[in-house]
Each structure stands twice: as C-alpha cells, then as structure tokens.
C-alpha cells in the first residue's frame, strides 16, 4: 500500500539532515524545520554545497528543541542558533571550517525556510527511486542516493519514479492522510548529487551515466513536455493553503487524487 516511509527536513541548508516522525506543514507550505537557516555571503546569496564540497565533510545535528546545531567532525562544537551571538558564532567557525572567503552571517526563515523555490513546497521522491538509481552505479547504496537526492517526502509501496506523475499536463494530485500535495516541477539536479555525501568526491562520469539510465527508464505515465532534461530526479510540489498547519506522518497512506 502506498505511504509515506520517510521525512526528512534539513535545518540549515547545506548540512545534515534529520529524519522526523512526523512534521506540520508550516504557513508558507514547506515543512517545519526545513532549511530555517541558511548560511548568507556578503550580497546576501545562501551559501550551500554548491560553492563549497567541504559542506561534505562536517558531520552535524541539530535539536529542534533546544534550536543547538552541533558539529561532530572535523572538531566537536554546539552552537545555540535561537541567539544572534550563538549564529554569529556558528557562522565565523563554518567560514574558516568550509574554507570560503568573506563573513558569513546566518539566517533564520521560520515561516518558509531558506528553499531554492519560495512559491513551492515539500520535495517528494519513491524509496524505489532511490533504489532504481543506485543501482545505476556500482559504488552507491539507498542510503547515499537519498542522502546525495535530499528530498523531504519518501513513498513507500510505489514503483520507481511513480512521483514523475505528478507534473504536466492533468497531472493528478496525492493526499497522504489530512495533506493534498501537488506536483509542481520535476527538480532539475546540480552538481551536488554527483559528489560522495561523506568525503565531496565527485563520482566519477555520474551526469553522464545518470543521463543514459534516466533516458532509457523514462516512464510511460510521466508526461515528457513536463522535463526540460533528463538530469532530473525528484518532484517539487505544494501544499495549499486550505491543508497549511496540518501534519504529515510517517505512515499516512498515500492516494491519488485524479
């Protein structure tokens, strides 16, 4: 039966993710604790993995509630992101850590997030996706697609790239218990799923490999016009209004809404 298998949030866009039980779809229709803080350069642009594969390297948590980021490698620190001298501090300490030029500051979005899509929502991907994909290559696991992918929604008790249906033309909708979610766009990829999760290596002819088997895996029930490329792998979606403030759950059975 489909359900929802997996939620996962990233509290500060670019580092670790944590898995939730169950999350409130906040009032700007993303996740609660989905990237509330981001890392800023001096313009103002987010700094993520994408300017930096040492984001790669730091393995860190963090406490919803407590609101402590802590970093567990290279070197063990808390930070108490709820002050703006804990935020000041975590953000000297990523800036030397991560090797980048400039002061960071951090900020806090605790009604969207920090996502790279303002007018969207939660990203929604197949466990047998994930697996599908990591079969592709013979170095990768689940784990590490899902890790490299970072969507917030995993459905269980689908087929792979079953969430590809949910952008186009007519493309349906799916409801997972009190939460009606739309698809919205398939989510083109950047460099970043390409690299090792843990060490910022990049995979060796991964675009290359990836284009090939997405081409050639392309689902019938997906709607081609929806892609501009095949280098495209999850689907971002919304929430509308009326369901914001409701909560997902792991476990919600899934259905479609035609």
Known sequence: MP??????????????????????VRAGGTLEHDREFALLDADGERV?????????????????????????APEGREFPLDSEGGRAEAATWLTDALGLDG???????????????????????????????????????????????????EVGGVPAFWEDRFVGA?????????VRIEGVTPCGRCVVPSRDPDTGEPTPEFREQFL???RETFPEWADRDAFDHFYSLMV???????????????????????
């Open 3 to 24: 359900h929802i298998d997996r939620l996962t949030v990233y509290p500060v866009k670019g580092l670790d993710s944590l898995d939730v039980d169950r999350s409130r």
């Open 48 to 72: 993520n993995a994408k300017q930096s594969d040492r984001f790669h390297t730091l393995e860190t948590s963090y406490d919803p509630e407590t609101t402590t980021l802590s970093v567990g």
């Open 103 to 153: 002061d960071l500051t951090f900020d806090r979005q605790p009604e969207r997030g920090h996502v790279d899509r303002p007018s969207m929502g939660p990203s929604v991907i197949s466990t047998a996706t994930l697996s599908t994909v990591a079969d592709w290559f013979d170095e990768l696991t689940v784990d590490s697609v899902r890790r490299r992918m970072r969507a917030n929604i």
């Open 170 to 178: 007519d493309a349906p909708a799916f409801r997972a218990g009190d």
């Open 212 to 214: 090939r088997n997405r």
């Open 236 to 258: 971002i979606a919304r929430v509308p209004e009326a369901d914001r403030g409701e909560t997902l759950s792991v476990g919600d059975t899934v259905d479609i809404v035609e």
